[in-house]
């Protein structure tokens, strides 16, 4: 029994031991640490509470392990005051410590945390107190408070932090949790506990202790020394002065830095024309070992022999610091490359000093002779030395470097990014460590700030967690701080859970986000190999909610996957290292296409698409079809993604069927087209057919479909632009290479998209060009091209005319490979191609650049695109060094006309370089582009992006990319940037006033045709761009056609006459005379809506006419029409600058007729014409900071001078208001302070310069006020804000930008000089309304432009139109013949004519205007039979239309059937363009079966009617079965129409009101107001003259009782009599008064009705199910017995064999020879001489005898002593004691039994941890 007894006490034991088996293991290893608890000691705890606390710190105690070289525990008590209980060097020992806990007193007080805390880092966290922080070892305190602290805790608890103490806060009962958070390092999930009360101290225990462990070991581990390997390589050329002062300093630095296995190791070798290494770094483990092999060390110069730095440096990539040799990679450990050089390599080293740098190996470069221009070749940045001192090195190879903001970052200061890391097994704790270093360093390098960069991270294996949230810091150091000790967990590798745990629980608004806000949001995964879930669903999700996905992957990571994951292009956002050891140098590249893409999505993306849309304004006309997949494989999401991707085309074009028409085909199985070239004439409605395609599924046969495009690609009357876009996300099941050729043959071009798992190759053949081919990896990506292909479409037109010198400087350093060179050769061939390279249209020069330039040819050698590709194809690579500086100097004289230049013309200039430039490149940019050149500057790879801002002077004409593969990517780009045109007129109202008197002979009239047709095609003609008119002058002036007559560019050339008009003389002043009154809105002018009006005057002689030309030009003039006089050949200058009131830009004058063909070149001026600012609310602000001088303020007072007077300021029109800005805002003058621009100039140049810092936030947030009505501001007036600033600002400005964009108002900001574009983009909200300039003086560049964006143009009102069609079902089939239609419906005949003129206007629709629409109304009746029996066209409102109806007589019923629907229908189709088109019934019933009725409602749905109406008549048959045929009506649905109905007419309003909101403004839902008290009764009208007899009327209503008469005589029963008829139901009662307010309601109201949709696709498979529940700890094993002691090793032989005979020295200098002395005796035995000359050889000598036996050589080294033993095993815990007897006996005693049961019970609870109980 006693046996059992025991073994049943052991089980006990384990197992309540095994529930701190993990806790044991994770504090067994954190062994090394200061903790210090500070206990809140104030009177709310309580004596037993405080009690607690003991043994709560007890507990803890007892699992530490207490040593003066372990763990030292100290210990503060607060309350009032802080109090010493016992510090870190106070107790040594555990017993010593727990006793001082026990006799802990009980202070009591109040709560002063705060002042506690400081004294924590007074007096505790200090060397004297026993702190080893400055061994590294971790920090730790932990708070235990139970009440709001009495004074601030917040920057105390700071500091604390910031002095790398890891606080942990246990906050119990009523403590303050924010408070709380506030003392507590971040995330608090894992820094704070909080309890209810004391007593829950012991279920915290555990878990305290486990995180405290873990962190412990985290900190040590980020804290542990990594020291550094360090190797020399030395040139064996170098001269002796130079070595000896190497080496002295050499055998100094390894002495200060301690070299040896466990510390620095350090490496050395030399190299001449093969490498040779002397010893490598883990070849010595001692200072002294290695401080004796430096003293060995000897040169071995190769004389004659080639310096290979390069063949070196390969070598030193390979050898010198792999893991085999010492190299400490793996460790973290920091390593650095130091190379002596005598000079200028013989080889090539950018190449390979790039490889050794992109392994994270620091080059320095170290002058033994080398110039600095050569060190610069192989070092990395900032560590070439002109000096052999290597103690200069001493600081930059024992300090860690601290790691700033990159300036690639610098501008990236708005964003928020997620890191999403794996910490899955196969990683393990060393790599784990190269990680957090990684995420450190990356982190380090941004601008982090609550306000600026948040950043959160998730670590994930099979399950995820949010370590950081995106508000979880405030300071970057704590970011920092907390990622040195992320916790590291293993298990496996859940990449797909990850990322929708990312986006459910991290990116959310509640925990940080501000993607509402609209900040950049960004993930980044870091993984190390293949997810064991699914990625591809997962990354769309978070795609799609608008983050843009990066992923690094290491080592074994599935490259697909990452492709998967990442947003498009993949070569942007997708990055792979084979080891974990190349995430150091990764780091740079990462942050540097991170950075620089969150600018890009800002500032380019924005900038493209209003190029985009510049350039295809130009394309007048084309014909675009989409044949899009519709098969089964495509998801209901991506359908949408197709739709929004063809959408995003249709608002770039200028949709029209003169202009650009677009038609879709889908296809699975077979091809349906879904709409044709011809079926929309605008992109709204355009958009709106593309949103309702449903999609359907089925297989996919390509070939089929693009066989079937050939029949629909069909042109118009005229050739036309043909392009076919096909979208496809699979394999064609049958041929498509051929009928892709034949379509392609009919000239169309065919754009191919491949998604998902499209084959790339099939893609080709369908576009029959690579470029054209192009592959996405998900639907989503699509948004992404859409750019991409709109340019490549456009850019022909853009850059069809122009003309200019384009000049590319190409880097041809010897950093770029052969096969990089080529790319770069391909670039500006393909750039090239887009041009008219001829004598006098495009030019182009090449020039290479290294350490010198080579000119390859200059502007104007060549005229044809073959040649100059042919010259580019021969250009060979320089291999050199990078000095773009003085290449820009030298290319800079061939824009010059002595050398081919045409400075007149544009001059543009294509730098192109893959690395930071080793010369100054400012200034000669600068100088460049003030001679006129614009500059684009391309950097690839390792480019230096301030570098290339201070190339282009501009971030507009910066691209960086990642490799030069990604140049295909932007040939297109620059093309049409630089095609671009400085002026585009867009809208202007424009007459040609041509000569045609007899001087002008056919041929040269045909010259003026040209002329004429080049104007025209430079614009876009439409009803709403430009428009023309043509009159020809003589004796008698002829109109051919006016502004009106055409809409079409087509039509506008056609209409020009072929032939020379009527000929006479040159009355030039009738001419202008007459032209004036075609001007006129008459004629279609468009003066009244602010359009330039433009008098273009073409004669080749003076006038002769009998007017003045002055006094009709200046009537011209006064009405607002510009004249531009063009003069011919002998036509009179003077009488040209009469014509144009003295305007000399106005004036254009070519010496023949043929000079006509190209003028409209330098016409530049008069495309720029811009109508003026019709009204607007324009407030300046601008900066007065103190980083502006006084001179640059006068700069901006002028600029803004020049703006207002650019404005017509006047009370009608142009209102202007102005403030200052600095430390606070200062008022200048608000909107209603001046109405003349002279007040105003005169006022802003008496303004002063006061100074101060920039305080933007503040002052966006006082201008507010400028904008209010009492200040001058007026309502329905567009309201414009205009920034100008020189810097960051000092306060946040994104909440104060977005109030006053949220009330209307357009915010612009100037910027000046190197402003970060995020900012300003939270100002402006868009970058179109951002400028950037670089210094104050280019302001006067960017005025015009900023004239033009700031006058608002206040397009038209969208058209909308709106027909109403009314028929009638009235089926009574006792008509008498020839009644009225409305015969026996009262309430018809009186409500009728009101519902008509309800309806006759729509007042209000909110993108029209305050004018109401005016409708048009149609009315159609039907026989019995369907015959129509009336109708009238659709016309505006007329009663006597009404009543023509409503008298209207019929011989029979008509019927509401199939055959009524029909007739609308086509009535609609025939008669009806409008935007709106509403079909309202008056019914008495169906008459037709409800099914077929609404089968035939859909159709006349479908046709394009917008809704139908019913109003049912009295005495309707089921008026609900009325309701089932309807459609359109919004959320109104559910209410019936019924003639009889409180203002029947108001409520039919109402519901067409919605529906024209609905399809003319895309107003989904509007709300209106409730009915208005019905009004009192009018007076009684005048007795009118007596009507016909009427017929006998209904039986009117049934009338009140009357009073009970009194009984009478009870007479005989009669008859029953038949049943009484119904009377008719009464009429409506007055509305009472509106009642109170009810409660609120529980539903909503009802939806819209909606369609009966398609059957769905089947949905997606859900998620994977929740883990199941943790099975029950297996018993742990028992624990193996103590091995027994290894016998002791054989001792080493003693070496007494001398070593082997070291290398010779170098030999000294010989001396001179001297003359020969006489003979002396012999002398004692001197000091050695120097050696002497080599004499002649001499004849050999007999041998000498041996000589005596050299001393014994002294003992060799040590050798390294041998690897530690493995520790023994533990051995078994004993049992513990029984407990001694008992004095006296319980009378509680059970039997034994009941004990072991008991305890059995007590222990069986999971995780419960036992002592031995007794129970009596």
Partial sequence: MKGRTSLLLFLIIATCSSGSAALTTECENATLADIVFLVDGSTSIGNSNFQEVRSFLRSLIKVLDIGPDKVRIGLAQYSDETVQEFLLKDHTNKKSLLTAVEKLPYRKGGTKTGEAIEFLLENYFTEDAGSRAKQRVPQIAVVITDGDSQDNVTASAQLLRQHRVIVFGIGVGAANQKTMESITNRPPERFLSSINNYQDLKTLKDRLLQTVCVSVQDQRQA????????????????????????????????????????????????????????????????TQETLAAVKRFRLAPQPNRPRNLGRALKYASTHFFTREVGGRAHQGTPQSLVVVSGGESDDYVSEPAQKIQNAAVTVYGMSAGASVKDLMLFASVGYAFDSPRLLLLKDFLMTEQKENITEDCKGANVCDIVFIVD????????????????????????????????????????????????????????????????????????????LNFTLKEIFIEEKGSRNAKGVQQVAVVITDGESQDKVRDAAINLRRAGVTIYTVGIENANKTELEEMASHPSDKHVFTVDSFTELKPLKLSLQKVLCENIIDRVTSVGTRETSNREACVQKDEADIFFLMDDSGSIENLDFEDMKTFIIKFLRTFHIGPEHVRVGLVKYADSPTIEFNMTAYQDARSLEKAVLGIKHEGGGTETGKALLYMGKH??????????????????????????????????????????????NKMELEEIAGDPKRAIYVNNFDALKSINNDIITDICSEDACRDVQGDIFFLTDSSESISEKDFQKMKEFMKSVISKYAIEQTEVHVGVMQFSTNHNLEFPLGRYNSTDDIKLAIDNMEQMNEGTLTGKALKEVSQYF????????????SLIVITDGEAKDQVKGPAEALRAKGVVVYAIGIADANTTQLKEISGSLDRVYVERNFDALKDLERQVALKICKKDCQMRKADIIFLVDSSTSINPSQYENMRKFMESVVNQTTVSEDQTRFGLISFSNVTVSHFTLKAFDSKLKVLAAIPDKKPQEGNTYTGEALEYSLEFFSAQHGGRRARKVPQILMVITDGEANGYLDLKETSDALRNNGVVVVSIGVKNASIHELKTMAGGDASKVFYVDDFEGLETLYRNMSN????????????????????????????????????????????????????????????????????????????????????????????????????????????????PKILVLISDGDSHDEVREAASSLRDVGIKVFAIAVGDVHPLKLHQITGTPERLFRVRNFNDLANIKQKVVDELCPNIQPPPACSIDIAMGFDISREDRAPGEMLISGHAKLQAFLPEIVRYVSSVQGLCCVGPDPVKTNIAFQVLGRDGQRLYDTNFEPYSSDVVLKVMNLQMSGPSYFKAALLKSFKEMFKVHSKANVKVLVIFSDGLDEDVMNLEQESELLRQSGVSALLTVALEGTRDPGQLQMVEFGRGFGYMLPLSVGMQSVGSAVLKQIDSVSDRECCNVMCKCSGHEGVRGSRGPPGSKGPSGQKGRLGFPGEEGFSGERGRPGPSGPQGLEGCPGARGHKGSRGFSGNRGQGGADGLDGVDGEQGLTGTDGAQGERGEPGNPGIPGIRGEAGLTGQ???????????????????????????????????????????????????RRGSVGQKGLPGDPGDPGLQGSPGASGPQGSRGENGGRGPKGLSGFPGPQVGASPHHRPPVFVQLNLMWLCSKPDQHCGLVVLQ
């Fill in 713 to 758: 690609l069909t042109s118009r009357d005229h050739k036309v632009p043909e392009y076919l876009i096909v979208i496809t996300d699979g394999e064609s099941s049958d041929e498509v290479k051929a009928p892709a050729e034949q379509l392609r043959a009919q000239g169309v071009i065919v754009y191919a998209i491949g998604v998902k798992d499209s």
């Fill in 223 to 286: 804290l542990a020394d990594r020291f550094g390997d360090t190797f020399f390589l030395v040139d064996s050329g170098i001269s002796l002065g130079q070595f000896s002062i190497f080496k002295k300093d050499l055998l100094k630095l390894i002495n200060e830095l301690n070299v040896g296995a466990s510390s620095y190791r350090i490496g050395l070798a030399q190299y001449g024309q093969e490498p040779k290494t002397e010893f490598y770094l883990n070849t010595f483990q001692t």
């Fill in 1682 to 1732: 103590r091995g027994l002691r290894g016998d002791p090793g054989e001792p080493g032989a003693d070496n007494t064999s001398p070593g082997a005979k070291g290398d010779p020295g170098n030999p000294g200098l010989p001396g001179l020879s001297g003359l020969d002395g006489g003979a002396g005796g012999d002398g004692g035995l001197g000091n050695p001489g120097p050696d002497g």
């Fill in 423 to 498: 910490e899955s097994r196969s990683i393990g704790n060393d790599n784990f460590q190269l990680v957090r270093t990684f995420l450190h360093s990356v982190v380090s390098g941004l601008d982090v700030g609550p306000s600026r960069v948040r950043v959160g991270i998730v670590t994930y294996n099979t399950e995820s967690t949010a370590q950081v949230y995106l508000d979880t810091f405030d300071d970057k150091d704590e970011v920092l701080q907390f990622i040195k000790i992320l916790p590291y967990r293993g298990g496996g590798t859940n990449t797909g859970a990850a």
């Fill in 896 to 907: 010059d006309a002595s050398r081919e230049g045409r400075p007149g013309m544009r001059q």
């Fill in 1166 to 1277: 008069v495309f720029c014409i811009k109508g003026a600012c019709e009204k607007a609310d324009l407030v300046f602000l601008l900066d007065q900071s103190g980083s502006i001088n006084i001179s640059e303020y006068n700069v901006i007072k002028d600029f803004t001078t020049d703006l207002v007077n650019s404005f017509d300021v006047s009370e009608d029109f142009v209102h202007v208001g102005l403030a200052q800005f600095s430390d606070e805002p200062k008022d200048e003058f608000y909107l209603n302070k001046y109405f003349h621009k002279e007040d105003c100039i005169s006022h802003i140049q008496r303004m002063e310069h006061e100074g101060g810092n920039t305080y933007i936030g503040k002052a966006l947030v006082h201008i507010k006020n400028y904008f209010e009505v009492s200040r001058g501001s007026r309502r329905e007036i």
